[in-house]
Nanobody
Framework: QVQFVESGGGLVQAGGSLRLSCAAS???????IGWYRQAPGKRRERVAT???????DYADSVKGRFTISRDNAKNTVYLQMNSLKPEDTAVYYC??????????WGLGTQVTVSS
């Protein structure tokens, strides 16, 4: 349906913060959107989701540290990441929460947290 472009990743020390952006190529106002991450050798996991009405959900590992938000006028979803830990190191992606098996994934953005 739309393509997603992730940005905002970088290198940060443990305890630091980053804000990721997910820019969609079209309207996502009716869709639940999630942030996902994949570390080397591990499966992709969902870290946060936000519904069309703004309801949010978080993985236990990031609860209290990460905040997902959206700006439908900009077709953009954000992930504010605070108190980062080395375990948060991964490539971060955004996508529809509800998607078919043929769903495409963007390039993601690398987040590296040093100890």
């Amino acid at each position: 349906q739309v393509q997603f472009v992730e940005s905002g990743g970088g290198l940060v020390q443990a305890g630091g913060s980053l804000r990721l952006s997910c820019a969609a190529s079209g309207s996502i106002s009716l869709n639940s959107i999630g942030w996902y991450r994949q570390a080397p050798g591990k499966r992709r996991e969902r870290v946060a989701t936000i519904s069309s009405l703004g309801s949010t959900d978080y993985a236990d590992s990031v609860k209290g540290r990460f905040t997902i938000s959206r700006d439908n006028a900009k077709n953009t979803v954000y992930l504010q990441m605070n108190s980062l830990k080395p375990e948060d190191t991964a490539v971060y992606y955004c996508n529809y929460v509800l998607r078919g098996p043929d769903a495409s994934w963007g390039l993601g953005t690398q987040v590296t947290v040093s100890s």
